[in-house]
C-alpha cells in the first residue's frame, strides 16, 4: 500500500471513531436522563428499605453482626463516592465539550466579523450536516485549566 492509501485510512477510522464517540455521549446523556428521573423518592425509600431488610436477614447475629454491619455502611459509602466521581467526571466532559463549542464559535463570529467589511452580503448557503472533527491538538488532559476536577465538578453540581 502506498503512503496515500494509508493516510485515507487513518482518516476514516478516525472519523468512525469520532461519530462512534458522539453516539456514546448522546446514549449516555439519554441514560443518565431516565436514570434520574427514574429515582422517584417513593423508589428511594422501598429500595432502602429492602436493602436494610435483606442485610438484617443475611447477617448472623452477636458480636460479629456489629462488624458485618460496619463493613456494609463501609461498603455504600465507597459505592456511594464511586458513582459521584462518575457523575463528575461526566459533568467535566460535558463542561469541556460546551467550553469547545463556545469557542469554536466565538472563533467563527470573529473570522464573519473580519470578512464582513471586506464582502456584501454574500446568498445564504444550505447547512451542511455538521461532521464531528478531530482536534489532536486539544486533548484533555487531567490538571487542563479548561475543565474542573472532579471534586470541583460533583461540588459545582450539587450546587444546582
Do not use: C, Y
Not at 443475611?58 to 456494609?72: F, H, I, Y
Not at 463556545?102 to 461532521?131: G, S
Not at 487531567?142 to 476536577?149: E, F, N
Amino acid at each position: 500500500m502506498n503512503f496515500e492509501a494509508l493516510r485515507q485510512r487513518v482518516q476514516r477510522a478516525e472519523l468512525v471513531v469520532a461519530v462512534r464517540v458522539e453516539k456514546t455521549r448522546t446514549s449516555w446523556s439519554t441514560l443518565s436522563t431516565v436514570w434520574r428521573t427514574g429515582w422517584t423518592p417513593l423508589r428511594i425509600i422501598t429500595v432502602g428499605l429492602a436493602g436494610g431488610f435483606l442485610a438484617g436477614k443475611l447477617e448472623p447475629t452477636g458480636l460479629g453482626a456489629k462488624v458485618q454491619g460496619a463493613r456494609w455502611l463501609q461498603m455504600i459509602g465507597s459505592v456511594s463516592n464511586l458513582v459521584a466521581s462518575t457523575q463528575a467526571a461526566f459533568a467535566s466532559m460535558q463542561a469541556s465539550e460546551a467550553a469547545d463549542t463556545a469557542e469554536q464559535a466565538a472563533d467563527k463570529v470573529d473570522e464573519a466579523t473580519d470578512e464582513a467589511p471586506r464582502q456584501a452580503a454574500p446568498a445564504p448557503r444550505p447547512a451542511a450536516p455538521a461532521t464531528p472533527r478531530l482536534n489532536p491538538e486539544r486533548r484533555a488532559e487531567p490538571a487542563s485549566p479548561h475543565q474542573p476536577q472532579p471534586a470541583e465538578a460533583a461540588t459545582d453540581l450539587s450546587e444546582r
